[in-house]
């Protein structure tokens, strides 16, 4: 948030308390179809929990920490600041994370993309086949829990395959602008797939949202 100081001493020492103050909270964001709109890849079990009991917990656990980073910072409890990074991370990427995946999947999804998408992943994977061999291996490879990405590298203008472990930022860790993220948590698969990883990636291909992962890249290429 930007601050702003008047020239009167009073302001300057309110201004920053007052910017603190008026943060809003981060909010669980609503899903763009109903938990059942993805089956039979992703049942509807497995849909509300993830959303309602995982994402929402790591919006609420953001919160809780940028709270307690506020006080910190209020007090100037560096010590205090650089304990609560961990979590600032995990819970920020989660609520990252997860806001890019949700969007990313449709139940009209499928298929391939078109246009300068599809031009950038053929001049840059050879074909698409290619780029989705790549990274459904990138994600079954994953050890424990984390992500695949498909990203764009603004400075070298091209597009790159990257894995993120446990609830990492693609863009905070790597400098990637994500454009699509593959969930590969246990809890994003397990109660339909089990634990046939490969399976679940398979299935997730058929409900890609393409319009979605295109509009990010053409975003970000601006």
Known sequence: LLCFFSSRSSAKLIAPLGCLVSRQKHTLPDLPYDYAALEPHINAEIMQLHHSKH??????????????????????DVTTQVSLQPALKFNGGGHINHTIFWTNLSPNGGGEPKGELMEAIKRDFGSFANFKEKLTAVSVGVQGSGWGWLGYNKEQGRLQIAACANQDPLQGTTGLIPLLGIDVWEHAYYLQYKNVRPDYLKAIWNVINWENVSSRYATCKK
């Open 55 to 76: 994402h929402a917990t790591y919006v609420n656990n953001l919160n809780v920490a940028e709270e307690k980073y506020k006080e910190a910072l209020a007090k100037g």
